[in-house]
């Protein structure tokens, strides 16, 4: 792979990243489209901190209130503010929503990394949850009265988290499952987007210096640093 190889993956995995259109299947679908070398699961991993970078950034404000909230000392709910209550009570279903792509992934990863890495899988599965996502979007159109992000729960939660763990599966957009999921537990389109980013922060983290960390001890399919860095920052 060469720089300009890695500048152009780093802009597809940026740009589709924030749409539901699956930057995992891009990465997949582009180097085989222009007969490039297989990049290798660390470089998409670098990708995906990069976009996370961009996430944080683009979220500090909210990200900074959720943990302001948890830095009250008056614990019992009946003490403190609604606005508090609610970013609190927020802060915990994102947590919990971890939970399904969590077990998920530590336990499966690497079979799904190893069987569903192919075009045709990348294929059928944009189809069938880009179908998904408009029949979630007409629903949506449907419900007259959406449900505030800060009335979130706890079966809310566990469905949207469920929904990101199948997103491990190249070709099927983190984004635009949760967003559907978000969608179908009747959240607005704003709502529903801003908690697929939030909840998508601590997963790619967690998943990219896991694979970072576990690629540099066995110290196999390394590129130059070089390579790395013009992926990261396109």
Known sequence: MNLIQATILGAVQGLTEFLPISSSGH????PQLFGWDYQGLIFDTVLHLGTLVAVIVFFRKKIWILFKSLRRKCWPNECLDTETIQNR??????VLSMVPAGIIGLYFGDYIEAHTRSAYIVAISLIFWGIILAVADYFSKRVEVKKPLGKINWKNALVIGCAQAVALIPGT???????TAGLFSKFSKEDAAEF???ISIPIIAAAGFSNLLKLYSIGSGLLGIEIYLAGFLA
Do not use: A, N
């Open 27 to 30: 990465l997949v679908l582009f």
């Open 173 to 179: 957009s983190r984004s635009g499952i949760t967003m």
């Open 196 to 198: 697929s980013f939030l």
């Open 89 to 94: 009570g927020l802060f915990l279903m994102i």
